[in-house]
């Protein structure tokens, strides 16, 4: 049995501010699992938006879309869909406000309209295409999390008006929208359960707001250099910038290599 659990984020932890992931990385990780430490992913992204960075480090179980589908050494332990209904009314409201969205599932992603800057400009920064048109792709299954495109203060109209999910921003242009309550804290209790150990005995490492409850929920709970002031100061730890080795540093100085 795996004595401890390391959870981590992707973007600003383990990939760098150019997106890469470094042998260094690749390396440490390796090194964990080797110890007896089970590593998993906690992210926002879909899951086939990090297939190849699983592949690299060996790793088959991850939280992804901010807790709302968790697998365990490959099969799916937790699903939290948004509720069809209430997601209906959502993309009624933007499409009134022309406001874009795009609808995820497990295995592929759709937008609401075509060729939108706002959405060109957002998932472009994490190297992906503008998904393909289909504003109908919501009524045909589950879906695990949703994008809405707009500015600033604009998304507290939708909050308002949308009390059941969560909106939280992750680009000047895009904000996540996940089921209330649903946050990749949810996901590590499930996932600590399945693999048989302690919450305190889990480590989280993470920088951006959807990393917030995941700090707080883990045993140890670790902020990148580069998270935001509101991040940091509910962690126990505080390691350098992704840029300065910060993931590697952080993951000696808590004592997971020792």
Known sequence: MHKKIAFFDIDGTLLDHDKKLSQETIDTIKQLQEKGVYCAIATGRAPFMFEPIREKLGIDSFISFNGQYVVFEGEVIYENPLEKEKLEALYKEAARTGHPMVFMNHEEMKAS??????????????????????????????????????????????????????????????????????????????????????????????DGLNDKEMLQEAGTGVAMGNAAPEVKALADYVTDDVAERGLVKAIHEVGLLD
Not at 135 to 144: C, Q, S
Not at 190 to 196: D, S
């Open 113 to 206: 309209t075509d060729d939108h800057p706002f959405i060109n400009e957002s998932l472009g920064s994490l190297y992906f295409d503008h998904p393909d048109k289909d504003e109908a792709f919501f009524e045909k299954g589950k879906i695990y999390q949703s994008l809405l495109f707009c500015e600033g203060d604009e998304i507290e109209t939708y909050r308002a008006d949308h009390e059941g999910f969560d909106f939280i921003r992750w680009h000047q242009y895009s904000c996540d929208v996940l089921p209330g309550g649903g946050s990749k804290a949810e996901g590590i209790k499930k996932m600590v359960e399945a693999a048989g150990l302690r919450i305190e005995d889990s480590y989280a490492f993470g």
